[in-house]
């Protein structure tokens, strides 16, 4: 069993920047692929990027190009820094731990392990 804890999530302007944490309270298997998702208010949980063991990313066409997801393998830690932010960005981000295929890096059920999200609220 993996924990996994999300921060960084708050209030911010439309056009800002905020970037989110999210770090595995054990040491976390090398072959998992790392995963951001959200769930804005009255829609299903869409996936936003993920990041395998060899740093390949995946990226939704709504996010290609504003946001970046990395992590850092020593610390058990993913980001997503966000840049350009919309009101429509607007939910609550999740992190996810699995071994998905790679044409299903972005689909929830691929996932073993989630946070307990934290909340990105951009203002106009």
């Known amino acids: 069993?993996?924990?996994l804890v999300e921060?960084?999530?708050r209030s911010v302007q439309s056009g800002g920047s905020l970037t989110l944490d999210c770090a595995a309270g054990s040491k976390i298997d090398r072959t998992y692929t790392w995963a951001w998702f959200r769930q804005r208010p009255g829609k299903e949980r869409e996936?936003?990027?993920?990041?395998d063991n060899d740093d390949k990313t995946t990226y939704?066409?709504?996010v290609k190009g504003r946001?970046?997801?990395s992590q850092d393998t020593a610390k058990n830690t993913v980001y997503l820094?966000?840049?350009?932010?919309?009101?429509e960005d607007t939910a609550m981000y999740y992190c996810a731990a699995g071994r998905p295929t790679?044409?299903?890096?972005?689909v929830s059920s691929a996932y073993n392990y989630w946070g307990q999200g934290t909340q990105v609220t951009v203002s106009s």
């Open 1 to 3: 069993w993996v924990q």
């Open 7 to 9: 921060s960084g999530g």
């Open 47 to 51: 996936g936003i990027a993920a990041i």
């Open 60 to 62: 939704s066409e709504f």
């Open 67 to 69: 946001f970046t997801i």
């Open 81 to 87: 820094q966000m840049n350009s932010l919309k009101p």
């Open 102 to 106: 790679y044409l299903r890096q972005l």
